[in-house]
């Protein structure tokens, strides 16, 4: 069932094309999944409990994905190179080229992770901005009205505050000075 000329190479040359169609397999099987949105490790139910609450590295060096990366680079550089130099030299050079294989992937992946934004609202963004007046506010902190104003392009209603002697009222502009006590205070524009 192997051909001839396959089962006629020395025993590393066939472990370096073992190591390498597995990888690949497995590899094109990830990329398959990653690109319809899911990944290998969905719904993976494990026996042990383990506290991974803290961990804040977005990958591991030591997972399945790696093992794969490190596998590529590892095989692919013993199949291009066998019988072109030392067997020792090439095991050790295939190790490199796996490791190397395994950071570009790091590199790869922390990269992509810079793309993320987070629109997490945070009430400390809103300070200095420029805001509507939706309720009026009473005078002197005798009461609160609210404002609207639109933080990384969603609108929030928030209450507000004003120190000024006079009422601010619907509709006209006003600026967040401060924010004490997750409260908002605003003065007319």
Same mark, same amino acid.
């Given at each position: 069932m192997? $051909?001839e000329?396959?089962? !006629?190479?020395?025993?590393?040359?066939?472990?370096?094309?073992?190591l390498?169609?597995?990888?690949?397999?497995?590899?094109?099987f990830q990329?398959?999944?990653?690109?319809?949105? +899911?990944?290998?490790?969905?719904?993976?139910?494990?026996?042990?409990?383990?506290?991974?609450?803290?961990? !804040?590295? $977005?990958?591991?060096?030591?997972?399945? %994905?790696?093992?794969?990366n490190?596998?590529?680079?590892?095989?692919w +550089?013993? &199949?291009?190179?066998?019988?072109?130099?030392?067997?020792v030299?090439? /095991? *050790?050079?295939?190790?490199?080229?796996?490791?190397?294989? /395994?950071?570009?992937?790091?590199?790869?992946?922390?990269? *992509?992770?810079?793309?993320? !934004?987070?629109?997490?609202?945070?009430?400390?963004?809103?300070?200095?901005?420029?805001?509507? &007046?939706y309720?009026? *506010? $009473?005078?002197?902190?005798?009461?609160?009205g609210?404002?609207?104003?639109s933080?990384?392009?969603?609108?929030?209603?928030?209450?507000a505050?004003t120190?000024?002697?006079?009422?601010?009222?619907?509709?006209e502009? &006003? %600026?967040?000075? %401060?924010?004490?006590?997750?409260?908002?205070?605003? !003065?007319?524009?």
């Amino acid at each position: 069932m192997i $051909p001839e000329f396959f089962s !006629e190479m020395p025993a590393l040359q066939q472990a370096f094309w073992y190591l390498a169609f597995f990888a690949s397999l497995i590899f094109i099987f990830q990329t398959i999944l990653t690109l319809f949105g +899911t990944d290998a490790s969905a719904d993976l139910n494990a026996d042990f409990d383990g506290d991974f609450h803290n961990v !804040e590295a $977005p990958f591991e060096l030591f997972s399945f %994905r790696n093992l794969i990366n490190f596998l590529l680079g590892f095989g692919w +550089t013993g &199949v291009a190179f066998y019988g072109k130099m030392n067997e020792v030299f090439l /095991v *050790i050079i295939a190790f490199v080229v796996g490791i190397i294989f /395994v950071g570009i992937f790091f590199f790869i992946i922390k990269q *992509i992770l810079k793309l993320q !934004e987070d629109n997490t609202f945070n009430l400390n963004n809103t300070l200095e901005k420029t805001a509507q &007046v939706y309720i009026n *506010i $009473p005078p002197h902190k005798s009461g609160f009205g609210k404002i609207q104003l639109s933080i990384n392009g969603s609108f929030h209603e928030l209450e507000a505050f004003t120190e000024d002697e006079e009422k601010i009222n619907s509709g006209e502009s &006003v %600026r967040i000075v %401060r924010i004490e006590n997750q409260i908002l205070f605003v !003065e007319k524009i």
